[in-house]
Structures are given as C-alpha cells and as structure tokens.
C-alpha cells in the first residue's frame, strides 16, 4: 500500500514538474483560484482575491474512493475532478479522474482535446489503447494489471475496456489541463445536434445511409460527469 501511494505521489510530482511544456500556460503566481462570479472572460478564469482564499479552494470532498453507477449502456462512469469542481486548480494545468467499470464495460473511443492522460488500475484488469495520426493510424493497445501505468497522449483517440465478465474494474488518471476536455467520437458524430446530415456520414463510413439513420437514432450517453 505505501508503495501505492509513493507511486501516485511520484505520477503527480512528475506532471507538476512538467507544466512548462504542458499544454495549459505556465502560471505566473503561485495560485489563481478561479472566481466563476467574474463577468469577465479570459482563457480559463480570472483569479479570486487572494485575501480571500481559504485551504476549501484547494479542497473537494469526492470521496473518490466510493465506487460509482456503472448501469449506463457503456458500462462505465468517469468521474472528473477539474477546475469546475476545484477551483484551486484554475491554472496549475492538471485533473484527477476515477473511472468505474462494469464487468465488460467500457469507456468508449473518446480524446481529450487539451490532455495527455496517465492512467493506473486499481482494481482489476483492462484492455486499453490509443490510435496515431493520420496517415499511419497505429493502434498501441495494452491489457493492464492492478498497478500497471498506461498513457494517453494528448489529442490521440483511445479507449478502456474491461474484459472480465465477472468483476468490475476501477482505474484513477491524471490529466495535463485544468479543463482536459473529452470528445466521445460515435456521440460525438452520431449524436450531434442537430444531426450531421447522413449524405455526409454514409460517405464518410462507406455504409448505407440507412444505416446512419439507425445509428443516429440511437441514445448517445455521456459516460463523462
Ligand atoms: C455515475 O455515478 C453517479 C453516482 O453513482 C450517478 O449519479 C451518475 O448518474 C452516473 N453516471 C452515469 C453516466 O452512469
Ligand atoms: C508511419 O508509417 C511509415 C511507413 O510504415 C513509417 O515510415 C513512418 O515512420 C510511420 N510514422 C510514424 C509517426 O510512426
């Protein structure tokens, strides 16, 4: 356990020392706690008095160690700690997630337009991969162990999928922005609204616009809170 908690304590320090080349600006004080009340708009949120912050803005009672409704149709639930839950993280360029898994549940193809993730398992076991860039769209995909460390960089399109039909699995990631942002890609293209027009998808997915018509029809769940 203690060799546990000295990793993860070790996975933070290494993605606070590495702020400079992350994609969220560097800080210019040593806090900015976000003060959503502010009319007025910048990229990310202007800071509250500083007179006026308390140890609460760095705080959020998440109990992140109490395990999450995985009876979506996915079958996982992403809980995401990041500045609109913790307003001290405004500017620091970092979010915590615990993710929840069904037995056979997944968190589907999503990216995080603004992140790179570093995930570990804590509880049982998971399939997970990131596909490359156009043109060579290379798949590195991993089944891990409790304790196994996996990383999504930051834009690519990756999954987590839990292949034990009996046991749930639960995963905590770290991510580089204080807004990482997520994309599911079949919510995303499927469920816009309004629709995208299905002359567009059929070609796009070479299948028959019916088939699009039916995809569209669907419910497109947000795994994502
Ligand atoms: C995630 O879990 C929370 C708490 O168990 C629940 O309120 C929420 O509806 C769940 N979200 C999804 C998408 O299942
Ligand atoms: C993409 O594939 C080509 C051909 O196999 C290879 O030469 C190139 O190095 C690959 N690029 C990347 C970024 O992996």
């Known amino acids: 356990m203690a060799s546990t908690s000295y990793f993860l304590l070790a996975v933070f320090l290494a993605l606070v020392a590495s702020?400079?080349?992350?994609?969220?600006?560097?800080?210019?004080?040593?806090?900015?706690?976000?003060?959503?009340?502010?009319?007025?708009?910048?990229?990310?949120?202007?800071?509250?008095?500083?007179?006026?912050?308390?140890?609460?803005?760095?705080?959020?009672?998440?109990?992140?160690?109490?395990?999450?409704?995985?009876?979506?149709?996915?079958?996982?639930?992403?809980?995401?700690?990041?500045?609109?839950?913790?307003?001290?993280?405004?500017?620091?360029?970092?979010?915590?997630?615990?993710?929840?898994?069904?037995?056979?549940?997944?968190?589907?193809?999503?990216?995080?337009p603004r992140a790179t993730e570093i995930l570990t398992v804590l509880e049982g076991t998971l399939y997970v991969g990131f596909v490359t860039s156009n043109p060579n769209n290379t798949l590195f995909a991993k089944v891990l162990n409790k304790g196994d460390v996996f990383v999504f960089p930051e834009g690519l399109i990756h999954f987590q999928f839990n292949p034990v039909h009996d046991k749930p699995a639960v995963a905590l990631a770290a991510l580089s922005s204080q807004n990482p942002g997520a994309i599911t890609i079949a919510n995303a293209v499927f469920g816009s609204k309004p629709p995208i027009s299905d002359?567009?998808?059929?070609?796009?997915?070479?299948?028959?616009?019916?088939?699009?018509?039916?995809?569209?029809?669907?419910?497109?769940?947000?795994?994502?809170?």
């Not at 929840?100 to 997944?106: I, Q, W």
């Not at 997915?205 to 088939?211: C, I, L, P, R």
């Open 199 to 225: 002359d567009v998808l059929a070609k796009a997915f070479q299948v028959e616009k019916g088939t699009i018509d039916w995809l569209q029809a669907q419910f497109w769940e947000n795994n994502h809170n």
């Open 19 to 112: 702020q400079a080349i992350a994609s969220d600006p560097s800080p210019l004080q040593d806090f900015c706690v976000a003060d959503k009340d502010s009319p007025v708009k910048v990229n990310g949120f202007v800071c509250k008095d500083p007179m006026h912050v308390t140890a609460d803005d760095f705080f959020k009672a998440a109990e992140l160690d109490k395990p999450r409704n995985t009876k979506g149709k996915v079958g996982s639930n992403v809980t995401l700690i990041n500045v609109m839950q913790l307003a001290g993280l405004n500017t620091l360029g970092i979010s915590l997630a615990r993710i929840d898994y069904a037995p056979l549940g997944e968190n589907p193809p999503h990216t995080h």
